[in-house]
């Protein structure tokens, strides 16, 4: 199997080019730093910087796309909306224009989201159902996902990923948080009652595996475990587990002031999302729980995603 990646040296994408690249496949990764690109994501795999680099006779089985700038970083600044804007609408239509140039069209395209499109509900359970709260999260993914989902209309089967935080020893959400809590410096977000919609990043792995070996499946997935949890859960979870205290709290006044109010209202805004799809299809989760994720991750060297049972 040939697959095109966008995203690749990023913490999902070289996972996830590491397991698929060891399971066989024959991989082709869109990348701005192509030099980064065998140390991250394997040694037989090949680089490009640009879809001009690609022949249009050159066939894909399928196309991942997870390119983007991280949501979690600087101010929202207009530049830096800008910024996140053109690094996943922007690229999206221009990988939808390639592969509708393409002599022989990629059977599938898997393309990144984020819960974030749901905007903070509260404490109301989201599935891929539910309909957003308006902002420039919402707006955002409703325009990555809308450039995606163009790809259909070349009969290419398109499968959207509305990922959680994705919990890995190398990366992600959690990797952050690691040291301060190994130190006793481990505290809840303001309240702590917002809720996390997390995914392991085995399980992450897993799910592009299921919906690659799937041809029945397309359109919306909701990529977190079955069990959310609030910020609190959370973070007296990790702490019991590293046998660490962690009665800090970090009040929403001073994120407010250092990220400012929009990116601030992502991080405490919280979304208790379900993943109804995958578990109707008959996706089996291998950390369903956080506890038995965080043991998992915990116990797993940097750079290793344990996809096998």
């Not at 830096?80 to 224009?97: A, C, E, F, I, P």
């Not at 950390?287 to 038995?292: G, I, N, R, S, V």
Request: charged share 20%; hydrophobic share 45%.
């Amino acid at each position: 199997m040939r697959i095109l990646v966008t995203g690749g040296t990023g913490f999902l994408g070289s996972q996830l080019c590491q397991d698929l690249g060891g399971s066989g496949a024959r991989l082709v990764v869109l990348s701005r730093r192509p030099d980064c690109v065998r140390d991250r994501c394997g040694l037989g795999v090949a680089a490009i910087t640009a879809f001009s680099d690609l022949s249009p006779s050159l066939a894909f089985d399928a196309v991942i796309n997870l390119a983007g700038e991280p949501f979690i970083g600087p101010r929202w600044t207009e530049a830096r909306k800008k910024l996140l804007w053109d690094s996943r609408v922007g690229l999206t239509r221009s990988l939808v224009d390639y592969i509708g140039r393409a002599e022989v069209k990629p059977k599938l395209l898997i393309s990144g989201s984020a819960i974030g499109i749901y905007g903070d509900q509260g404490d109301r359970v989201l599935d891929e159902s539910s309909v957003p709260v308006d902002g420039f999260g919402h707006q955002l993914c409703y325009a990555w996902e809308s450039a995606a989902l163009r790809a259909a209309e070349f009969g290419v089967r398109v499968c959207i990923l509305r990922t959680g935080m994705v919990m890995g020893a190398s990366g992600g959400f959690l990797a952050p948080l690691l040291p301060l809590f190994r130190l006793g410096l481990g505290a809840r977000i303001g309240s702590g009652d917002q809720w996390m919609s997390w995914i392991c990043l085995r399980d992450y792995v897993a799910i592009v595996r299921w919906l690659i070996a799937t041809p029945e499946l397309s359109g919306i997935f909701n990529v977190t475990a079955p069990n959310p949890v609030t910020n609190r859960q959370f973070t007296e979870t990790l702490s019991a587990l590293l046998r660490k205290p962690a009665f800090l709290v970090i009040p929403s006044r001073i994120l407010r002031a250092l990220m400012g109010r929009e990116m601030c209202g992502w991080l405490l805004g919280g979304q208790r999302v379900v993943p109804a799809r995958l578990l109707e299809s008959g996706f089996r989760f291998r950390c369903p729980e956080l506890a038995m994720a965080l043991r998992d991750v915990l116990s797993r060297p940097p750079g290793v995603t344990g996809v096998s049972p």
